[in-house]
């Protein structure tokens, strides 16, 4: 009787789809373990990275920002703020705050001194030579 769906066939279908997918499953591991050292960084993490991470999470930046896509979308992604502006600009920027420019978000002043500035600025430094493989897709967030 061809057209019937026999319990054998099911069977068959239900053991293939499992291996089938399962060495799919191993292959991505595979490839996956394989890939993540080359994305791995953290031998660039020096003792002001560190600080500047602190400073990062005491001051709440996500609370606006996002990092490599993770925050609040309430201002720019600064994953790659070091790459777009520089040290330079971001420092400036920190001691500017709040511009109050009318029309336009506001940022409050951390009152951050040099040398906490510096460590910011590494800390965004580092976030930016992180492989991210092009994500997120839109620089600015
Ligand atoms: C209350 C919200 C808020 C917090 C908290 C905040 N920011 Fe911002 N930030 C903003 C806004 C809004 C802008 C964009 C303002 C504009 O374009 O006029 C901005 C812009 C920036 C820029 C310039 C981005 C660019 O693409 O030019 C940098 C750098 C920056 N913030 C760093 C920080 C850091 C570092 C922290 C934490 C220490 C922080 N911000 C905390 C609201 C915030």
Redesign the pocket.
């Known amino acids: 009787m061809s057209g019937t769906f026999t319990k054998a066939m099911a069977r068959n279908v239900f053991y293939g789809g499992t291996v089938f997918f399962f060495l799919l499953f191993l292959a991505l591991t595979l490839d996956t373990t394989k890939a993540l050292p080359k994305t791995d960084n953290r031998h660039n993490i020096t003792a002001d990275v560190a600080a500047g991470k602190h ?2 999470e005491t ?7 996002t990092l490599l896509g993770e925050g ?1 979308y ?5 994953g790659n ?1 070091y790459k ?2 520089g040290p330079d ?2 420092k400036a ?2 001691m500017a ?1 709040p ?1 109050g ?1 009318p029309g ?5 002043n ?1 009152h ?1 001194s040099d040398e906490e500035l510096d460590q ?1 600025i590494a800390f ?1 430094k580092y976030a930016s030579e992180i492989n991210t493989q092009n994500w997120p897709p839109n620089i ?1 967030g």
């Open positions: 400073i990062w001051r709440n930046c996500l609370g606006c920002h609040a309430y201002a720019p992604e600064l703020v777009r502006r600009f971001i920027w920190m705050q511009t420019t336009r978000r506001q940022m409050p951390f951050l910011l965004l600015e």
